[in-house]
């Protein structure tokens, strides 16, 4: 079954400085790949997805992320942070060997210093 | 579009009494998804109905769970009885497509068993 690493259980970094968040999975083929933002009180939203194509996948807010498969990674990056990216951040799964299920990382929470 | 509506938002309640949440998907998604989560075990799927059959109740954690889709508009997810343990926030999604499409998340209940 695929599973999901988020390394990085806590990210602080100051406005306007460059943000990577790590995303590792593990699956047998081409994965089906997630990244989305739950600010506080609020539920999941969509920041981009990988299925095919073009490794280098835009997203919204300013996001991307880059699949290597040969590091087996997904990592979220923005090049200038704002304040209100603070949140938690979920990198997430889909694999047909897990029985289509999403499988989603333990989360990154990201502070953001002014 | 309202976006996948949850109710209630919050809900305390006492062990040993009955818990049901709701969920509204958006118009025309074919697919929704129950959720847990949990500071120890993060986001599990629970359940997912496709065209309003369930297909996966696999992360249903016991018999006390039970989740229905009468109609393609609605979804309860009921706990009896509950119990402590129980406490988390519950989402709900919903997609076009079950897990090859986005997944658009509700704003989730936040469920406190005394």
């Known amino acids: 079954a695929q599973s999901v690493t988020q390394p990085d259980i806590h990210i602080t970094v100051s406005e306007g400085a460059s943000l990577e968040l790590r995303c590792n999975y593990s699956?047998?083929?081409?994965?089906?790949l997630f990244w989305y933002v739950q600010s506080p009180g609020q539920g999941l939203q969509l920041l981009l997805k990988?299925?095919?194509?073009?490794?280098l996948v835009q997203g919204i807010k300013g996001f991307e992320a880059e699949f290597k498969r040969s590091q087996s990674s997904f990592n979220l990056r923005k090049p200038s942070v704002h304040w209100s990216d603070a949140a938690e951040y979920f990198c997430?799964?889909?694999?047909?060997?897990?029985?289509?299920?999403?499988?989603f990382g333990t989360g990154t929470q990201l502070k953001v210093e002014l | 579009d309202a976006g996948v509506i949850q109710s209630p938002r919050h809900e305390v309640t006492e062990m040993g009494q009955e818990v049901t949440l709701r969920c509204k998907p958006i118009?025309?998604?074919?697919?929704l998804f129950w959720y847990r989560q949990t500071m120890m075990r993060g986001l599990e799927l629970l359940i997912y109905?496709?065209?309003?059959?369930?297909?996966?109740d696999s992360g249903m954690p016991e018999d006390r769970f039970s989740a229905k889709m009468p109609n393609a508009s609605f979804s309860t997810l009921k706990i009896q009885p509950s119990e402590p343990r129980d406490s988390a926030v519950y989402f709900c999604?919903?997609?076009?497509?079950?897990?090859?499409?986005?997944?658009?998340f509700g704003p989730g209940t936040r469920l406190t068993v005394l």
């Open positions: 997430a799964v889909l694999g047909a060997g897990g029985g289509n299920k999403l499988t």
């Open positions: 699956y047998g083929a081409t994965p089906y």
């Open positions: 990988y299925f095919s194509g073009d490794t």
């Open positions: 109905f496709n065209n309003n059959v369930p297909i996966d």
């Open positions: 118009s025309g998604h074919n697919s």
């Open positions: 999604a919903s997609s076009f497509q079950a897990h090859t499409d986005t997944q658009y």
